[in-house]
């Protein structure tokens, strides 16, 4: 069953669209979800499907991704969680965006439009982003496309409540593109085998399954309802089927953990020792020493030597034969297979183990790897925006998220505000820029300046630094520098104040 993430926002309850109304009657339900239970320890007997596949079946996967697309997302899966290589490259695309948004007018003739009502639906509009909770839940999203390649979910909303709830990939398939926005087809045989579940889904998806309970064979597939069903997929360019974005590169972590097991192998020879015993010949082919008497000194030797050292006795020379690298250069293969794992999949290596690269250099790969996660960002702005626009109030806004992560937020703060500076509206775009949403932008205004009254209540220090001659009661009136006592001047002080 799906993950599900829930945030709570307050807001009016005649703001509930009418197709959710009946969510009103059954409050139980939504309860449910609000606090739900994902597992009962005592009854459960359920276990992961994925496991660790071998190097050939990838192989054989990625041949046919089309037909093997749950094994390769289950194998993405198991190694988001096995390889802390794997789950660092997906978290650092992740935090290429900070899903920093400004809710704007859309469609809108200014000349005629009342700012009472602007005011009033716009309001209402931040109260519906608020109550999505962005940052998080749509956080969650971008980590599933990036690792799974599609985000399959449905959304909750009541009157205090917005839920965005993960479907089971398996029994999701694309089918249909509406307003630039996939939208979901179910197999709703996944109930059959999970009835115990279907109480934590819409409504919709219980009337959906009485139909397919009555003709199962022509309506095993349905599509769900837009725009509280929707789709996010990583690859726009392959709808067909999904594959995970950095599946290419699992191949690259076996070999890594060859490499490894490797260098533990030779590190552990490496901690062993042999010493020899050589018992001479003579001429005559007769042995040096009484051969008995070199052996009771061989098991004196051998019965105190540690583990890690072996001894042997010998009449011929022993010479150690060495296969390992003597250039002073050379580089460690599990290095090597770091970076090449890191290369496969796009992304400099040295944005995780930087040695030798330049402050630029790092910039620049930022950027290239920072428009792979913005186009799945804008295709959640797509869905958003959807889901604003059936709303009554919200058809006359729309939500633009910024290309702005933690990487070039000075730059993009920087760039708004020398625009507010030459009269352009972006004082909004620079607070999201630097984390501050509107809604907390008016928020915070208010309460300091209000509620508050900060900035009339912290005053400064008085000093000379900090007023005017003119503001301060005990001023001559003159500027600059305070007048020195007469014993304080030099020669040159003296003859400049007589000359006045």
């Known amino acids: 069953m799906g993950d599900i993430v829930v945030n709570e926002t307050p807001e009016k309850k005649n703001d509930l669209p009418a197709d959710f109304s009946q969510y009103m009657k059954i409050p139980e339900r939504f309860a449910a979800i609000n606090r739900m239970i994902l597992k009962d320890l005592n009854q459960n007997n359920a276990s992961p499907s994925f496991y660790l ?94 690792r799974e390649d599609v985000f399959y979910g449905t959304i909750w909303e009541t009157s205090d409540s917005i839920i965005i709830q993960q479907l089971p990939s ?30 934590l889904y819409p409504e919709e998806f219980r009337r959906k399954y009485t ?3 009555n003709n199962r064979t022509e309506v095993k597939w349905q599509e769900l309802d837009a725009p509280y069903s929707f789709a996010i997929k990583a690859n726009k360019d392959l709808l067909a089927y999904a594959i995970p974005p950095f599946v ?25 020792a042999l010493l020899t015993m050589r018992l001479g010949l003579d001429d005559d082919g007769n042995w040096q020493m009484d051969f008995d008497k070199a052996k009771d000194f061989f098991n004196n030797l051998a019965n105190v030597l540690p583990e890690e050292i072996g001894a042997v006795l010998t009449p011929m020379d022993i010479n150690k034969i ?72 919200g058809r006359y806004f729309k939500v633009t998220f910024l290309d702005c992560s933690i990487y070039n937020r000075k730059e993009m ?67 600059g520098r305070p007048r020195l006592d007469d014993d304080e001047l030099s020669d040159e002080g003296e003859a400049t104040r007589e000359k006045g």
């Not at 939208?183 to 009835?195: A, E």
């Not at 912290?458 to 000093?463: E, R, T």
């Open 248 to 272: 290419g590169i699992l191949r690259n972590l076996y070999d890594l953990e060859d490499y490894q097991n490797l260098r533990m192998t030779k590190e552990e020879i490496e901690n062993y």
């Open 211 to 213: 139909l397919y309970q």
């Open 322 to 393: 060495s296969f390992e690298r003597t250039h002073p250069n050379a580089v460690s293969t599990v290095s090597d297979a770091e970076e090449s794992l890191f290369t496969s999949a796009g992304v400099s290596s040295l944005l995780f183990n930087n040695v030798r690269a330049s402050s630029n250099a790092l910039l620049l790969s930022i950027k290239a790897d920072q428009a792979i996660t913005y186009s799945i960002v804008k295709s959640i702005e797509a869905m958003v925006n959807r889901f604003v626009h059936r709303h009554g109030y």
């Open 53 to 146: 596949y071998s190097r050939d079946q990838i192989s054989r996967y990625l041949k046919n991704p089309y037909r093997y697309q749950n094994e390769l997302r289950n194998a993405v899966i198991y190694m988001y969680g096995a390889s802390s290589h794997f789950r660092r490259l997906i978290q650092y695309f992740v935090a290429l965006s900070d899903l920093s948004y400004v809710v704007g007018l859309y469609k809108t003739d200014t000349s005629t439009a009342k700012p009472q009502t602007v005011r009033r639906n716009y309001r209402r509009v931040l109260n519906l982003m608020a109550s999505m909770d962005v940052k998080n839940q749509f956080e969650k999203i971008l980590t599933v496309c990036l």
């Open 170 to 199: 398996e029994y999701c398939a694309i089918s249909v593109i509406e307003d630039n926005v996939l939208n979901v087809t179910f197999d709703f045989s996944y109930f059959d085998s999970n009835s115990q579940y279907l109480e």
């Open 413 to 479: 703060g920087d760039a708004f505000l020398r625009a507010a500076q030459y009269g352009l509206p972006t004082l909004s775009y620079y607070a999201a820029s630097q984390g501050l949403s509107q809604d907390d932008l008016d928020g915070m205004n208010f309460l300091e300046d209000t509620v508050l009254e900060l900035k009339e209540r912290l005053v400064p220090l008085q000093s000379s630094a900090t007023q005017s001659a003119n503001s301060n009661p005990n001023s001559t009136g003159e500027v």
